[in-house]
């Protein structure tokens, strides 16, 4: 017969009176549905120096089943039964020896909400079950979100792993939820790639601030969470566009924005824009950048206030940040009046030999009006011939007149384009004197317009003063054969001195025009009655004659 003081030992009693046994595990854990939870415990028991090897088991029971202690939901014995339900799932990761009895939970289930107790086992036919220390576990409904791991920054057409996992679970063993991945930046991967925790993604610059969402569906819930981040993707510049802001409207803008055209004296206002992440460096060069183009200011806007003849060329706009850089340039024309040259004439043998050049935008034409006629292009006979040429916005044409010049004769060399024209005339003089019209600044108001008028008044003088000299000493048939005095003038300003012609001989030192700013023309007429001998007691009596001077705006 069995003691019964030995009963509640076989029985899986509780000695509570011995202080030996000591049982250190928290009163509670918490866990969301699908999720693990690790309780950490340890314990203690009078120790037996014949207790067998592998000894003592450790023992788990869930409270109030109906096969309260006969079934185990975790054990390290081999010899024991556990739990078909918590099989797998409810598992003893301490070791014995170390008298720890640590328990996890996986893949926790609502129905695993309830009372634990832990039990040891000696192997001396005695068991210990630590009533007075029991655990208490809650399971709650799932909300935790999955996190998405990944190096940053993203770069545009570099692999990069992205992780997604569910903070909470356990990442041992076999795998405890479904991952998938959503998102517009995965439209050219394999949909076999996105079940897994893992993705590899090579992102492009169309992919910046796209959405990107894991989604995880643990094993033995119905529900699933998911977490959505949005892609920062790194890209070099790239798509840059030059827009025309001006107030005044520029005269015509090519759709690939290749060439802007723009009269001289305009404003204009270029606005560059470049997409990129991070946001590039914008800045302005004059000319192109394989050429050493000029710096004109790190800016996105270029502002040209009043647009300059000189300034047409390539501007060029140019974005870098970090990844690379990327350039776009067009071209500025820019439309300007005639800008004509003094014509200049000399005597050749018995004929007179007259040059012409002018430079503007859209290049010029040359045309020469001799009395009432007009010469221009490549023609000749046999009292005339004219050469014309053209390179750029030049254009070059002279005059060669033979044969004895007729009395009303009026030459002048005009210039004109789409917009605008200018004319420059030539005055012939008795004696063989030719010399073109003056240029002087507008600027100088009627200061600078008398001048021109003395300073031509001073060469007519002379020429008249040559020519009467002529008659004091000459036949009576050679003064018959004098021709009358005739001309016309005209004279403007130009903004900067002109450039070299091509093709143009060098203009003396007073014939280059003068700086300052666009001015209007002014003309003046030279008309001279024909010229009579007197006799010296006429000149005496003080019987003098002058010339009509007319000036016009």
């Known amino acids: 017969m069995v003691p019964l003081l030995l009963l509640p030992l076989l029985w899986g009693g509780s000695l509570q009176e011995d202080p030996g046994y000591e049982l250190r595990v928290q009163d509670s854990a918490m866990v969301q549905e699908g999720l693990c939870v690790q309780v950490p415990c340890s314990f203690s028991y009078p120790w037996s120096s ?137 439209d050219s991967l394999d949909p076999g790639t996105l079940r897994s925790s893992v993705l590899t ?42 827009s025309n802001c001006s107030d005044v409207a520029a005269l015509g803008t090519l759709q690939n924005t290749s060439s802007i055209l723009i009269r001289e004296g305009q404003a204009l206002r270029l606005r560059c824009d470049a997409d990129s992440n991070p946001p590039a460096e914008l800045s302005w060069f004059r000319g192109s950048p ?22 047409e060329g390539d501007l060029t ?86 044969g004895p010049l007729d009395s009303s004769l009026r030459l002048s ?5 789409a917009h605008w024209s200018q004319s420059a005339a030539v005055l012939l003089l008795p004696g063989k004197c030719a010399f073109p019209a003056g240029a002087v600044p507008a600027a100088l108001g009627g200061a600078g317009a008398m001048a021109l008028v003395s300073l031509t008044l001073c060469l007519l003088f002379f020429c008249i003063v040559k020519a009467r000299r002529k008659q004091a000493s000459g036949s009576r048939e050679g003064l018959d054969d004098e021709d009358p005095v005739m001309g016309t003038v005209a004279w403007g300003s130009r903004k900067k001195p002109w450039p070299d012609s091509p093709t143009a001989q060098e203009a003396p030192a007073g014939d280059a025009p003068p700086s300052g700013e666009q001015q209007e023309l002014h003309y003046a007429s030279f008309s001279f009655q024909e010229m009579k001998s007197r006799k010296p007691e006429e000149d005496a009596a003080g019987t003098n004659e002058y010339s009509e001077i007319k000036t016009s705006k």
């Open 50 to 186: 014949w207790s067998p090897p592998g000894m003592p088991y450790m023992n788990w029971f869930r409270v109030g089943d109906s096969s309260y202690r006969r079934y185990p939901v975790a054990t390290n014995d081999p010899t024991k039964r556990v739990k078909t339900e918590t099989q797998g799932r409810f598992l003893l990761v301490g070791n014995s020896r170390d008298n720890n009895c640590s328990l996890r939970i996986r893949e926790a289930r609502t129905s695993d909400q309830g009372a634990y107790e832990f039990q040891v086992d000696t192997g001396d036919y005695s068991k210990y079950t630590y009533e007075d220390k029991r655990l208490t576990l809650q399971v709650t409904a799932l909300t935790q979100k999955p996190d998405i791991h990944f190096l940053e920054p993203l770069k545009s057409g570099h692999p990069t792993n992205l992780t997604c996992s569910l903070p909470g679970s356990c990442e041992e063993g076999r795998s405890l939820a479904f991952f998938s991945w959503v998102g517009g930046s995965l």
């Open 201 to 242: 993604l090579t992102p492009r610059p169309r992919d910046h601030g796209s959405n990107l969402t894991c989604q995880v569906q643990l094993s033995g819930t119905q529900g699933t969470v998911e977490r959505t981040i949005r892609l920062n993707v790194s890209y070099a510049p790239q798509n840059l566009t030059i």
């Open 290 to 311: 394989a050429l050493n183009a000029t710096p004109i200011c790190k800016s996105p806007i270029l502002d040209l206030p009043q647009v300059g003849a000189e300034e």
């Open 317 to 402: 706009c140019q974005a870098q940040n970090w990844l690379g850089f990327q350039h776009i340039s067009l071209h500025l024309s820019v439309l300007y009046a005639p800008r004509l040259l003094p014509p200049s004439c000399s005597w050749e043998g018995e004929g007179l030999h007259c040059h012409c050049s002018s430079r503007a935008q859209p290049a010029p034409t040359l045309r020469w009006r001799l009395g009432e006629g007009l010469l221009e292009g490549n023609h000749s006979n046999a009292s005339w011939t004219v050469t014309s040429s053209s390179a750029g916005p030049w254009a070059n044409s002279s005059l060669s007149l033979s």
């Open 413 to 417: 060399c005009e210039a004109r384009n």
